[in-house]
């Protein structure tokens, strides 16, 4: 069987067992309870989607543009679309859990940034992102024991987090060492031929361009900074959500809920969309705050119809850039 069957299968034995703890879930908690709770946000939901675009999606264009060289750097408007962009892929695209990044870096080489330089920002912006989160997960570990007493979890939940952060760390030594010139030397001698020594080449200028934004420390620290900030505020939205569900809406509530859920969706980044796992995310942490569960249900279900909202115009607007692009080399192709 080959490689790619298998992932397939896989994928599809995921999505089908994402769907049916969804379902399971729901029928645990009351549909007729949990719908009824999702209606009473009303357009409150708008709100949310229009929260998660103004202040964590910019925030997060403002922390890969801060990682750009000064004369290479594209406009933060640009970069705002394409984070967007970016973010609809990974969200709503079930097999593309980073094809999101590979989408803006795409992106931003055609709209003139160097491929070299678009691929190394986007790279250096998901490692650091993986460090921010790690933070952002200790934070949200120490409030919830302040606000529960529950301590049972933190074990398991700091361990699987070093884990995650030691991965990480190899990944960064790699980088830093120059894993795509030597994983383009391979290529090259499988290929046994000397058309594949460009690769090779492209590869030593793609790990030179990484290690020279690591040395950019004052860019690594803003990324880094920004990054935290949006997921920080980014709880903000949860808080739209508690609100209009009237449950107890707090700003430490709902960054419980924000640090948590994340991070069991980040440690099930295997199943599509998180489809399931999100749900009983928020239904174990909410149960420990003492939100209802078919109030946290819903919450859930709010999240979800946040990224459809979001995600679809996205996906929409990345088709018309790529559509546009094709329509401009055939007519270019046809003037020649």
Not at 299 to 306: E, G, H, K, M, Q
Request: hydrophobic share 55%; glycine share 10%.
């Amino acid at each position: 069987m080959r490689g790619g069957k298998k992932i397939r299968i896989a994928f599809y034995l995921l999505a089908a067992g994402g769907a049916a703890l969804f379902t399971l879930l729901l029928i645990r908690q009351g549909a007729p309870h949990v719908i009824a709770a999702f209606a009473s946000a009303g357009w409150w939901i708008a709100a949310v989607a229009i929260y998660h675009l103004a202040v964590p999606v910019f925030l997060d264009a403002i922390a890969w543009w801060a990682l750009f060289p000064k004369s290479e750097r594209l406009s933060l408007w640009q970069l705002f679309l394409m984070r967007w962009i970016g973010e609809s892929v990974s969200t709503l695209v079930p097999s593309a859990a980073v094809g999101g990044d590979m989408v803006r870096a795409r992106l931003a080489a055609i709209n003139g940034a160097p491929l070299p330089i678009a691929a190394s920002t986007v790279l250096v912006d998901l490692t650091l992102g993986v460090f921010t989160q790690a933070a952002f997960t200790v934070l949200g570990v120490v409030l919830l024991v302040g606000a529960t007493g529950q301590k049972n979890f933190v074990r398991p939940t700091l361990v699987g987090t070093f884990i995650g952060v030691l991965g990480v760390l190899g990944f960064y030594f790699v980088q830093r060492l120059g894993m795509f010139r030597f994983l383009a030397k391979i290529i090259a001698r499988m290929a046994n031929s000397p058309e594949w020594q460009s690769l090779v080449q492209g590869g030593e200028t793609l790990d030179q361009t990484v290690r020279a934004l690591y040395a950019r420390r004052k860019a690594v620290f803003a990324c880094c900074a920004w990054t935290i900030l949006s997921l920080v505020l980014g709880s903000g939205e949860i808080w739209i959500a508690l609100y209009a569900l009237d449950l107890h809406a707090t700003f430490v509530n709902a960054l419980i809920l924000q640090s948590m859920v994340l991070t069991i969706r980040s440690a099930a980044f295997a199943v599509p969309g998180g489809l399931g796992v999100q749900e009983g995310g928020y239904l174990f942490v909410g149960n420990l705050l003492g939100i209802p569960g078919d109030a946290a249900f819903a919450l859930s279900l709010i999240a979800r119809v946040r990224e459809l909202a979001l995600g679809i115009p996205g996906l929409i607007c990345w088709q018309v850039i790529e559509a546009r692009r094709l329509w401009r080399g055939r007519l270019a192709a046809t003037v020649r």
